[in-house]
């Protein structure tokens, strides 16, 4: 693939940018970097690479989802700065 002057300014159009004289020659560069870089990678043998999900070998550390019983809504409530009988009272955030 080749980085030129009119795929910059495509992608300056997606990502709603725009780049001066030398920043585009950075972009190109770098463009040409990481598009070196995945063709390296492409060449590497993997055909013998264990598929994994995650590099570690975490396991899952969660606790068990047990009922109990409810928090105490009042105790809750008591250091809300605006409140009502039930539940905190905040400012809205989308239009009113």
Do not use: C, W
Request: glycine share 8%; proline share 5%; charged share 25%.
């Amino acid at each position: 693939m080749q980085i030129d002057n009119d795929l910059v300014t495509y992608l300056e159009t997606l990502s709603n940018l725009t780049f001066t004289g030398e920043e585009r020659e950075i972009v190109k560069g770098d463009l040409g970097n990481i598009l070196n870089a995945m063709t390296h990678m492409g060449q590497i043998e993997t055909q013998r690479v264990q598929e994994l999900s995650h590099p570690v070998g975490h396991v899952n550390v969660f606790r068990e989802d047990e009922p109990g019983l409810p928090f105490d809504r009042e105790r809750i409530l008591q250091n809300a700065p605006r409140r009502n009988s039930e539940m905190f009272i905040a400012p809205g955030t989308v239009g009113s």
